[in-house]
Nanobody, 130 residues
């Protein structure tokens, strides 16, 4: 039974930092895609970053590249999102998602759309930048 639990959100001033955590259970990191998405009420869920657990390959959506860093801790089955230089526009509910045993990650990279992920965190973690 795969579960994803997000944590680490909060309220920060513009320019500040936060580190989000995604605790994964029900599978062991081998060749999986884990991604962070975010959503603002009334808007579609948009991608933030992805990581391929097999080789640690990462992908960042344009708006966060250079400021956010996605990483994994295989021993703990955790994925993190370090967010620096936060901007008001980063205010959103952040969710993690996983596609387990994604054998095509090395060739194709991880999926970029939320609906392409089988497993998604349900609660999310709120980030508010003011």
């Amino acid at each position: 039974h795969v579960q994803l639990v997000e944590s680490g959100g909060g309220s920060v001033q513009a320019g500040g930092s936060l580190r989000l955590s995604c605790a994964a259970s029900g599978f062991t990191f081998t060749s999986d895609c884990v991604a962070w998405f975010r959503q603002v009420p009334g808007k579609e869920r948009e991608g933030v970053a992805t990581i391929y657990t097999r080789d640690g390959r990462t992908y960042y959506f344009d708006s966060v590249e250079g400021r956010f860093t996605i990483s994994q801790d295989k021993a703990k089955n955790m994925v993190y999102l370090q967010m620096n230089s936060l901007e008001n526009e980063n205010t959103a509910m952040y969710y993690c998602a996983a596609e387990v045993d994604y054998g095509m990650g090395t060739i194709l990279g991880c999926p970029k759309k939320s609906y392409e992920y089988t497993y998604r965190g349900r609660q999310g973690t709120q980030v508010t930048v003011s």
